[in-house]
């Protein structure tokens, strides 16, 4: 199970 597109939609604003 790839979740690593929702994992990137999830903390970019956290991260930005």
């Known amino acids: ?3 690593a ?3 990137v939609a ?3 604003p ?3």
């Open 10 to 12: 999830v903390w970019a």
């Open 1 to 3: 199970k790839n979740n």
């Open 5 to 7: 597109g929702a994992v």
């Open 14 to 16: 956290v991260i930005l």
